[in-house]
């Protein structure tokens, strides 16, 4: 128990990973058309026995949502961030809370006066509690496109610094066959190396275009031949890719699908691999 408490704690006063978004007017625009859209079109929560307007009905709640999270915004949440140093994980925990309960109250009022209901504490209770079942999804999916746009901005800042770095830099692919022909390109031309049997296929930048040749040796000589540059990186049993070219990542802790440069094909990152890969951008 004592130790469930430590690992708790230690999460909450984690400072918080992600930057918060400064376009708070979007983003309340986004989130009443959120509200407006689970309502009018799920229809939850009994919603579907209004025999009025639904449309409209939703529209104003959505309304009030969205008008909610902008004064929110603007008289809680900024006067904070800017005083409140570091930003912890209870931190912004709180501040959801803060959000949803503010938006549960101000929806249930106008719901009450809307349809003249009989204020009651257990009335809005219930309110709360559908206010909260939506607020949690839409928070989930507020961290998540948050958690994307972080991994994408230390990628896009770590492989710019990276490629200056290595501008001048040229590496050799050695082939194991007598007759063979060694391999020698600029690093930041190398996109991925893929293991084809008693082969390897090396796809790399040709004037601008992606181009494959077939060497013969095994990626695992290819590895240790690249092992000195720290983005030459294995992601998968049979490909080891040059994170330098990274264009796109795509995909969660069970495993990433990588698009480099101008290539058509995904190259995939194994799940025992993940961690291996956030440790290029943490």
């Not at 803060?98 to 719901?111: E, P, Q, R, Y």
């Not at 994307?148 to 066959?177: A, G, P, V, W, Y």
């Not at 060497?215 to 240790?224: C, D, F, S």
Request: aromatic share 14%; net charge positive; glycine share 4%.
């Amino acid at each position: 128990m004592h130790l469930l408490t430590r690992v708790v704690m230690s999460f909450l006063t984690r400072k918080y990973p992600f930057k918060q978004s400064e376009h708070w007017l979007r983003d309340s625009i986004v989130y009443g058309v959120i509200i407006w859209a689970i309502l009018y079109l799920l229809q939850p929560f009994g919603f579907n026995m209004y025999q009025g307007n639904k449309c409209l009905l939703a529209a104003l709640f959505g309304l009030i949502t969205s008008c909610c999270y902008a004064l929110y915004a603007w008289a809680v949440t900024k006067p904070l961030l800017k005083y409140v140093k570091p930003w912890r994980i209870w931190h912004q925990a709180c501040l959801v809370l803060g959000l949803i309960l503010f938006i549960a109250v101000s929806n249930f009022l106008f719901l009450s006066l809307f349809f003249h209901y009989h204020i009651t504490f257990r009335l809005f209770l219930l309110f709360l509690y559908w206010t909260v079942i939506i607020g949690v999804i839409i928070t989930v999916m507020s961290v998540g496109l948050a958690y994307n746009r972080s991994l994408r901005d230390r990628l896009e800042t770590m492989l710019s610094n990276t490629t200056e770095e290595q501008k001048d830099i040229s590496i050799t692919i050695h082939d194991t066959n007598v007759r063979g022909t060694d391999l020698v390109i600029p690093i930041n031309n190398l996109l991925y190396v893929e293991a084809q049997k008693n082969n390897v296929s090396v796809c790399y930048l040709k004037d601008g275009k992606p181009t494959s040749l077939e060497i013969h040796t095994t990626l695992t000589a290819v590895t240790e031949e690249l092992k000195a540059y720290e983005n030459i990186f294995q992601c998968h049993r049979s490909f080891v890719v040059n994170v330098n070219n990274i264009t796109a990542a795509k995909g969660n802790s069970n495993g990433y699908q990588l698009t480099l440069g101008s290539c058509t094909s995904s190259i995939p990152v194994s799940r025992s691999y993940v961690p291996r890969l956030k440790s290029f951008i943490d």
